[in-house]
């Protein structure tokens, strides 16, 4: 009988609290609304919760996963469909702890694993500002999950595997510059969904973070950012690093794939402290690892005769801007000599380069960007395969070479 | 005047190093449209004539208002073509806009017509379509709207010339099953569901084996009275 009669309770108050705390929300400051639009951007919520020709803030993205599609939520203040009766409190516990109102279970792709991070202030501030933009009717899809994962339970044995609650602690030892750079990347920025492997359970283990992995569906490999040998950026200037962040080109190298996302719809809006705060944060990160140059690849006749071939399809195709010895014309060419980007281990950036060309993001500080145009339609696999592993050797590069059927492999990728 | 040969000689000295020690180090890329849109070309040629490719479509002088609109669907998804989705997908609006401006000013020559695979009764029927139409089942002239010599009009009507067959009904295709669509009220859409395949097949057939036209030029804004309301030409 008391559990029953508790359980009523709970029921009721689930039911009328929401009702009770709508009638008592107060319009906030204009200047938390503003820094919580800001801490928004920085947190790239409209990526995901903003879909094709869709409402602001509205979701119904699909989110592509090795278990099923995800659609994103509507987060705009409907109250009926949106977040328009949450209050702060249950706004931060789903930041926080990546629980509903509720107390249902947050699936992961909500990177409430990197927000537990964000200090209570700047979750309100986020839920100041989301309570001022169009509220838009439209109800949740539905997701579409295959079993077992479509048993929201699992999420229980995810949590305990890869989730640690908690706000970001500063070290003391450390610049403030330093801690604010940290905080964005580890919290908001929430790189490390990306730049930390993902297993077959689709969690990141700690002990690897920012080591880089390969983003499931996408087909894009997320370079480590602790090696110097992948993305780490222990040998870029903290100006190189930021032009990188937040114009999306530099003179080491430009964005292309999912970054040029994080670069056009969050990075370009951040201002200069924080963007050079997140460069010496992420300059730091690779301090430790210091790039040793690896081995040449041993050279066979096989290979050598796909460097010949690839370097005459370079000096046809790639060298009027990439430069007759891979210098580039920065920031707008890239050079690929020396690029971090061609020699990691992994080849399948460099390969779908060429396959798919693209263009970096369109920025306040690069509106009209130059383009790289896509050879898929132009060469064959066995030509990808050549002219990748000449850059990938050709000058002081170090990288194996590259195999035909990797390029076929590519061609299939998704491409947005 | 000579008093200033020396300041002369010195600024020249002190400069001439820097400005070639600048020439060395940082060569930039063209400050051109053309080579921001070097990616364009080799799928629609390097001044947007085209390329062998017969699914690539011409781009050179269509009018601006159209390529923008396309350059938009592209980017946002509604029309469907991945490798256009993925490259366009961070481009703003100003930008895709500078873009279509450029490809809309360029003339570069005519690729000649195909030589025509089809018999002179299919070329014929789709002669009739394009300058008459089809009264009887509502199907106005595609020269109500492109023009009188298929150059398109400005905005956003486009010129039907120097494209291939398999484009155009690739295109019309789309349109009849719901695969492309424009911004309501879809005209194009309209018309498309009242063509026949074979209405399609010598449309296609009878555009792409015209010859260059004269005067390659659109023609100017509301100078065609158009038949029906379509979103992307508003009046």
Redesign the interface.
Known sequence: MPRASKGMFVALMLTLWPVWAYAQQQPADPAVIAKGEYLARAGDCIACHTA??GKTFAGGLAMKTPFGTLYTSNITPDPQTGIGTWTSDQFYQMMHNGRFPDGGLVYPAMPFASYTKVTREDSDAIFAYLRTVPPVKQPNKPHELTFPFNNRSLILGWRTLFFKEGEFKPDPSKSDEWNRGAYLVEGLGHCGMCHTAINALGGSSESQAFEGGLIPMQNWYAPSLTSNKEAGLGEWTIEEITDYLRKGVSAKGAVYGPM??V??NSLQYLNDDDVRAMAIYLKGLAQGSSPEKAQPPMPSAESSLLLSFGKQIYDRECAL?HGANGQG?PP??PPLAGNQSIQMVSSVNAIRMVL???????TAGN????????????LSDDEVAAVVTYIRGAWNNRAGPVSARQANELRSA??? | MHRFLPLVAFLALVALPIGAAQSQTT???PDTMA?????????HGAEGEGTS?VYFPRLAGKPAGYLYNQLIAFR???RKY??M????????D??LK?IAEHFASLRPSFPPPAPPTDSKEVLARGESIVKNGDPQHGIPPCSACHGPALGGMEPGVPGLLGLRAAYISGQLGGWRYGTRTAIAPDCMQIVASLLTEDDVKAVAAYLSSRPAPSDPSFAPRGSLPMPLECGSEPR
């Open positions: 094709r020709e040029a996302e670069v056009y801007c014309m707008d060419y798919n060309g693209g263009y970096p993001p369109g509106p009209m960007p130059y383009g790289m145009p896509p050879f898929a339609q132009k998704t491409l947005n | 060569e930039r890329a080579a921001r849109v070097l990616a364009c070309a080799s799928c490719d946002d998804g509604r991945p490798p989705n993925y490259l366009l997908e961070f481009l703003p100003d930008y500078k």
